[in-house]
């Protein structure tokens, strides 16, 4: 090509670029959406967030532009809404405006908008009365799934004997344990920790927190339109995803050929009965695809994140051995060493109560939250918010909020206990979310995390095998999913 040609093109290629941008920035004036960082585009404002940490990113953004603003994630337009006031008004007070579920790539790619957990609207409220009047009928909230926890117990605190005081990587034993609460719900019963199947599953799962944590997985969610087209790290979670959803419908064909809709066994026979019960209506939502990501769904929410936190728990109590110590005190005091413990004893122990608190408050699992988008256009705080718009509520900042928390980034039991030792609550503690798209396994969580957690420490004291001082408890990746360090930790009988 010639020089002037060269010239031309070039010229040509500049102008273009400014008219985008001149229009991008038309759009986002006249659209009185809230204020933010001005995005190139296509790629939006990449350069001013940082991948493999965009929490933090995003509440640097948040200095400049207050607890409201907009950003583009590539070409996706975000609206960011940072602290208690914030999101409580969102999710809480407009809840119906910010009821629907946004984009999350990777769990997009595989769900694809069915099932409970990334449906919308009609489904979505199907399915999730569906899911809690099931899973009350199995037993959550009631007295029976504590017996179901405390059964799995019995086999985690054996494998934790198993040790013989060793180190030992906690993560798949703790992730076994909770998982096999859910399984017994979905599936009717338990699996056996050495099952091969069961911990492929379990090593799925890891895996997929983490690719969509890591700084890879982050800009998949901001150019997946592209990405799902090239080589990638992408490509590893999405195989290992569809051999997870191969599991799951061999397992309902399984229940099908022995399905008596007179005595459904488990949360998969209830889904096939209610099938069966609506296959004239024309406009059911119960039908195989929603069954298999239910199913899914459920299953995901019911392991992943209280394991996680148990796991998150124990490497805190491994820094901070004086916290341990006094929890050991109160579990002797109120349950003692000879009885297991139950959920009566949770009022009864207002220091282990704040404790499991504060590791909820600190480990901030899912630090963005699970993205929304609004339902309509939605005025908010003075700015008009266009339907369809992409929400962050960044549950992370509630959870630190030193509006809430007088040490927001200090693991301290303080935050949740008042002047006499008694347990205080919090109204800035979120960890569950809020409003109509809230976890509705949080009664589940709860429940697990306590009992799980005192039964633990009743038969063991914990030793690091390095000293307090060199545990890093800061998250090893932070995106979606606030994922700890990996570690090692000796459980000595008591």
């Known amino acids: 090509m010639d020089p002037l040609g060269a010239a031309t093109l070039f010229l040509v290629i500049c102008l273009s670029c400014l008219m985008v941008l001149s229009t991008w920035r038309q759009m986002h004036r006249k659209s009185q959406m809230p204020p933010g960082p001005t995005p190139l585009p296509f790629i939006g404002n990449l350069f001013q967030v940082n991948t493999s940490d965009m929490y933090r990113s995003l509440m640097k953004i948040r200095e400049k532009y207050g607890p409201v603003y907009t950003i583009h994630l ?92 060793a180190p030992f990587d906690p993560t798949y034993i703790l992730s076994r344990s909770v998982s096999n609460v859910i399984s017994s719900i979905i599936f009717g019963n338990r699996f056996e920790y050495k099952d091969e199947e069961f911990l492929s599953l379990l090593t799925t799962m890891q895996e997929t927190y983490q690719f969509v944590s890591s700084s890879w997985g982050q800009l998949y969610e ?86 996680t936190t148990l796991r998150y728990g124990f490497l805190l109590l491994l820094k901070y051995p004086e916290i341990e110590e006094k929890v050991h005190k109160e579990i002797e005091w ?90 205080k609550r919090n109204k800035a503690f979120m960890p569950f979310s809020a409003g109509k798209r809230y976890c509705f396994g949080e009664h589940l969580a709860r429940t697990e995390l306590f009992l799980f957690f005192t039964s633990i420490l009743q038969n063991f004291r914990f030793k690091s095998p390095i000293p307090p001082e060199k545990i890093d408890i800061s998250p090893m990746l932070v995106g979606f999913f606030n994922v700890p360090h990996f570690y090692e930790m000796c459980a000595i009988p008591l």
């Open 334 to 423: 109120v349950i003692g060493l000879n009885r297991i413990p139950n959920m009566d004893d949770r009022p009864l122990m207002p220091y282990t109560d704040a404790v499991i608190h504060e590791i909820q408050r600190f480990s901030d699992l899912v630090p963005t939250g699970v993205v929304r988008r609004v339902t309509r256009d939605t005025q908010f705080r003075g700015y008009t918010i266009p339907k369809g718009t992409e929400v962050f509520p960044m549950l992370g900042s509630v959870l630190k909020d030193p509006k809430h928390f007088a040490r927001p980034d200090v693991f301290d039991p303080q935050h949740f206990l008042d002047e006499n030792g008694q347990f």
């Open 222 to 307: 901001m150019f997946s339109g592209i990405m799902q087209h090239l080589p990638g790290p992408q490509e590893k979670a999405f195989k290992k995803l569809l051999l997870m959803k191969e599991f799951f419908v061999r397992k309902i064909k399984a229940n099908k050929e022995t399905l008596d809709p007179n005595n459904p066994r488990d949360f998969i026979d209830c889904f096939l009965v209610k099938m069966q019960q609506e296959k004239e209506n024309p406009n059911t939502e119960f039908f195989q695809e929603n069954l298999v990501m239910t199913a899914l769904n459920v299953f995901f929410a019911g392991t992943e994140t209280v394991s």
């Open 74 to 165: 590539g070409p996706r337009r975000v609206v960011v809404l940072c602290g208690y006031d914030a999101v409580k008004e969102a999710l809480v007070d407009q809840d119906e405006d910010f009821s629907d579920r946004g984009e999350q790539a990777t769990l997009d790619w595989f769900f694809q908008g069915y099932g409970v957990g990334f449906s919308n609207r009609e489904r979505e409220k199907q399915l999730q009365r569906f899911s809690i009047t099931t899973l009350r009928n199995f037993g959550m909230g009631k007295r029976s799934v504590e017996e179901r926890i405390l059964e799995e117990t019995h086999f985690l605190l054996e494998s934790l004997r198993e040790t013989k005081s």
